[in-house]
């Protein structure tokens, strides 16, 4: 067996289609020059974590001091619910120092063409705003979710994010997902991730969602796979084929289900941020005996702002239709959009409903069971302050009670890449790590 074999990923090898696949590569290999080049981006893909870290390249020597320094927490024990992949560890090390340096490139980048620009998230880089919200829990819940933030009666200040899905701040008219980033104020209980990494905010709890029920990647080891495509330089044919291309391979001909999931997802259009169903994709324990995923529904209160097409031809015209939507001198005071908040519960939740966030819950006994509303009043947010404190907000799935643990493969992971990204942005940006959140009464 060759070097390179021998270090391929087991899965690989144990997958009937893979390994078909890779076959038909050697053949093709063996007889044309095309199928010598597709072959190679294969060995790419069976490349250690510490190969992958190597071919991504060091950040200029005067960052790279912010890659060695990175602060992150062992990974939590598992539930009952969970089980890790072998490798699984590493895997997340390489992840989190590509997360890291991809902050640091964009950031050089920027600073080239724009002297004042910032670090940005290594995901969801570009905002299109941030407000302020309302989270107001139901009078009255089903027994056994009436648990952590999900008191009955009880009302939360919040902060929202809503942002592309991509890495730098690209057009609303190009393909991409939408996402939505909600953070509770004045919780009561100290959450997980200020027990992990001392010097965070406490009475805080997160909720992470996007605009498509699942993720386009499985697990761990899926997302490795995929940032070794995209992230990394690589070799031979895979050195000059653009991105597209490259995520191509990745999904077809062997994840074309999860595939299909990522185009969907790219080419799902919205018209406002305040019109879109968002969903945690990865799944959360609720109390100690369920799993659920969140799930944000839009409740229309009023009509929408009519837009013109030219307006919904700029590249901001996401960030305009809430500018639009939320304007104060448009509306009357009291309006304000409304979603509804819900949670999905798996029936007889198993280890694989869990560590595979493609897969859709769709048994018979799965129940969605609506827990509150988000209200969001009319406003003003696009100031110059407003606009540096919302890039200064930091989201993470395990800026959560103990009650809503993150349960999965890729909630390990996002705790040590999100950590990752935000010690590195904050440091280029010269931002305290225990910023303070606090804002006016809504």
Known sequence: MSRAASRRPSRVTTNGRQSSGVRVLRWLHSTSRFGREIDTVFSSIRKTPAEVAEDFGSPPNYYQQLVESLELPDRPELTKFERALPGEASAIRTVAR??????IKNYSNAKEAHPAAKAMRDQHAKSHACLRARFVVNDTLPAGFDTGVFKPHQTYEALLRFSNAFGTRESDRNPDGRGMAIKLLNVSGRNILSTLVPGLPAGEQ??????NPVFFCKDVADYLELMKLTASPGHGLIARLPVPARIFTFFFPWRIRQGI??????????????????HSMTPYQLGGDKVVRYKVTPKQTRRPVPRRGSEMRRDDFLHDSLVAELDPTRHHAEDKAVFDFSVQVRHAARPDDVEDASRLWQRRSDKTIPLGRIEIPLQTFDGPDQISRCEDLSFNPWNSLPEHRPLGGLNRMRLAVYLASMQVRRRLNLVATGADHRVAPV
């Open 98 to 103: 590509i997360a890291a340096s991809t902050v």
């Open 206 to 211: 997160d909720f992470l969602m996007t605009n």
């Open 261 to 278: 999931t990522f185009v969907a997802t790219a080419l799902h259009r919205i018209e406002s941020p305040l019109l879109a169903t968002y």
